[in-house]
């Protein structure tokens, strides 16, 4: 059984920070790569970061500049940095893990988090 736990959402201010945490437990054999997502009221989920096993990243283009995403290998967790939020990023967060639990190479969702950005 493999789990992602997600934490670190929640309300902030325009131009304040956040910082997501997502860790990955369980029957795990390897990690490609981990990312994060996020889904606003009546929008399609989106890639936000991505970062493979060797610390490749890919930013979509409206976070480049403000958000860095980071990883450890050894604990398995990945983190968002978000800086300089705008009432735009408020969304569901959900963190993702392409990984191999015995059975090749599948994508784990974590539960979510809400971030809102408001004053």
């Known amino acids: 059984q493999v789990q992602l736990v997600e934490s670190g959402g929640g309300l902030v201010q325009p131009g304040g920070s956040l910082r997501l945490s997502c860790a990955a437990s369980g029957r795990i054999f390897s990690i490609n790569a981990m990312g994060w997502y996020r889904q606003a009221p009546g929008k399609e989920r989106e890639l936000v970061a991505a970062?493979?096993?060797?610390?490749?990243?890919n930013y979509t283009d409206s976070v480049k500049g403000r958000f860095t995403i980071s990883r450890d290998n050894a604990k398995n967790t990945v983190w968002l940095q978000m800086n300089s939020l705008k009432a735009e990023d408020t969304a569901v967060y959900y963190c993702?893990?392409?990984?191999?639990?015995?059975?090749?190479?599948?994508?784990?969702w974590g539960q979510g988090t809400q971030v809102t950005v408001s004053s």
């Open positions: 970062i493979t096993s060797g610390a490749r990243t």
């Open positions: 993702n893990a392409r990984l191999n639990s015995g059975w090749g190479f599948r994508n784990y």
